[in-house]
């Protein structure tokens, strides 16, 4: 007797048809989950709230999905930590840190995203702690350190050099740099300032060891700097960078 296998063949193909189209629409769900996802505030004006189990961490000032105004930080105890001004995204103005007890603690200026200013530190009597410089993201020298009754700090470590002589020998003119008081909170840097900034993009930093930078110059044979300059970056008790620049004469014309 002769089989009728076609409704058979039409079930099978309409459930491997319609497999074939739930494997589609979980595809495309979960694409368009991680498109929704990865687009933050797009358009939102006004102030967010974002929270860490249940306490309020900052508060954040949107115009049209982007930054604009005033950021506010706080401490668990939801006194204020710190502030931020927003233009167009951009950090500006002075940003602030707060103590807990809800005394300033450091201001420090910004112009387009990037420090650019006078930052100051300041003790919780509200005398000034320390001062130093920026521009344009980068360090000057200038720094001033203030004790709790508003003496100027003075006394910083010297840099001191060492060196050893084996050019002859073996083509070497090994320098070795340290602080006067020994301290290892230092980073040493072969380079020169530039314009009065330190640009650790333009400088190179040496081989440091218990506050012992060790720098190796090699006979080369073309004519070179006769001089080598060298950067530190010493740690103060405050916890700022203090900058300290010293050129070494070098007897050969040739060493790098």
């Not at 498109?35 to 961490?57: A, E, F």
């Not at 050019?167 to 020169?192: H, M, N, W």
Request: hydrophobic share 30%; net charge positive; aromatic share 14%.
């Amino acid at each position: 007797m002769k089989k009728n296998y076609g409704p058979i063949i039409l079930i099978f193909s309409m459930l491997f048809v319609s497999g074939c189209t739930g494997k589609g629409t979980v595809k495309n769900d979960s694409d368009s989950h991680n498109d929704t996802i990865s687009v933050p505030d797009t358009g939102y004006t006004g102030i967010k709230q974002y929270m860490s189990r249940q306490l309020l961490v900052k508060e954040v000032t949107f115009k049209n999905g982007v930054r604009e105004g005033l950021m506010k930080s706080f401490y668990q105890d939801g006194k204020l930590r710190m502030t931020f001004w927003y233009e167009n995204g951009l950090r500006e103005d002075s940003s602030r840190w707060y103590y807990p007890e809800g005394q300033l603690f450091r201001s420090t200026p910004y112009k387009k995203d990037t420090i650019d200013g006078t930052q100051k530190q300041y003790y919780r009597n509200g005398r000034i702690k320390a001062k130093l410089n920026y521009v344009k993201g980068l360090r000057t020298t200038y720094l001033e350190e203030f004790t709790r009754d508003g003496k100027l700090v003075s006394g910083y470590p010297e840099l001191f050099v060492n060196t050893r002589d084996d050019y002859q020998t073996r083509g070497v003119y090994r320098i070795s740099l340290a602080l006067s008081d020994k301290s290892p909170k230092v980073r040493f840097f072969r380079g020169e300032f530039s314009n009065g900034l330190f640009d650790t993009t333009r400088c190179k930093m040496i081989n440091t060891l218990n506050g012992i930078g060790t720098l190796d110059l090699k006979k080369t044979g073309t004519p070179k700097a006769g001089y080598v300059g060298i950067i530190a970056e010493i740690l103060t008790n405050f916890g700022n960078n203090y900058l300290v620049y010293k050129k070494i004469d070098l007897p050969y014309n040739d060493l790098d």
